[in-house]
T-cell receptor
Framework: EPEVTQTPSHQVTQMGQEVILRCVPISNHLYFYWYRQILGQKVEFLVSFYNNEISEKSEIFDDQFSVERPDGSNFTLKIRSTKLEDSAMYFC??????????FGNGTRLTVT | GDSVTQMEGPVTLSEEAFLTINCTYTATGYPSLFWYVQYPGEGLQLLLKATKADDKGSNKGFEATYRKETTSFHLEKGSVQVSDSAVYFCALTRTQGGSEKLVFGKGTKLTVNP
């Protein structure tokens, strides 16, 4: 069965640095998403992306964050000037038209 | 806004015990309801779903019924196995132009002992 793949599985960075989290969605999916889960808290929606543009974003997704689909297969989340509170598990997901979301295994981001 | 409330964990059961994890939701209109499962070290996997009132979703022995009158979607399994140990998330979504934005509950950690 096709899978959403995320790299790296664990990323450690220093406060103030920029990180890029990478995702390869399922190939025939059209909608792409990022969610995050701070340890012990809810899984929270960050952003959805369709047709090469953001279709919806949460209040968490401020100017520090950006997403990009640089080629036909990758979907990236960039976090500029990371803060301690950005430490979380970040999940990428994709879906087809009207189909459920398929999630990747996540990238654990640790900001020190 | 939309929200999901599920029972606090952790839940610890013996193998073959009956499982119920309660989930209630607040939403306007008619959302779709889901249960996702996260096994240790893995991502979120769709376990089952229901898209309208009185629908029953089922998979791997788990069941949940969409109850509009009580705004609930409780997860049940008649006889749990050690391999069911995981974190279970209740969620709802609205489809907006093909895109589905999920709203999750906090998750309930289940541990099944042999």
């Amino acid at each position: 069965e096709p899978e959403v793949t995320q790299t790296p599985s664990h990323q450690v960075t220093q406060m103030g640095q920029e990180v890029i989290l990478r995702c390869v969605p399922i190939s025939n999916h059209l909608y792409f998403y990022w969610y995050r889960q701070i340890l012990g808290q809810k899984v929270e929606f960050l952003v959805s992306f369709y047709n090469n543009e953001i279709s919806e974003k949460s209040e968490i997704f401020d100017d520090q964050f950006s997403v990009e689909r640089p080629d036909g297969s990758n979907f990236t989340l960039k976090i500029r000037s990371t803060k301690l509170e950005d430490s979380a598990m970040y999940f990428c997901a994709s879906s087809g038209e009207g189909s459920p979301l398929h999630f990747g295994n996540g990238t654990r981001l640790t900001v020190t | 806004g939309d929200s999901v409330t599920q029972m606090e964990g952790p839940v610890t059961l013996s193998e073959e015990a009956f499982l119920t994890i309660n989930c209630t939701y607040t939403a306007t209109g008619y959302p779709s309801l889901f249960w996702y499962v996260q096994y240790p070290g893995e991502g979120l996997q769709l376990l089952l779903k229901a898209t309208k009132a009185d629908d029953k979703g089922s998979n791997k022995g788990f069941e949940a019924t969409y109850r509009k009158e009580t705004t609930s979607f409780h997860l049940e399994k008649g006889s749990v196995q050690v391999s069911d140990s995981a974190v279970y998330f209740c969620a709802l979504t609205r489809t907006q132009g093909g895109s589905e934005k999920l709203v999750f509950g906090k998750g309930t950690k289940l541990t099944v002992n042999p």
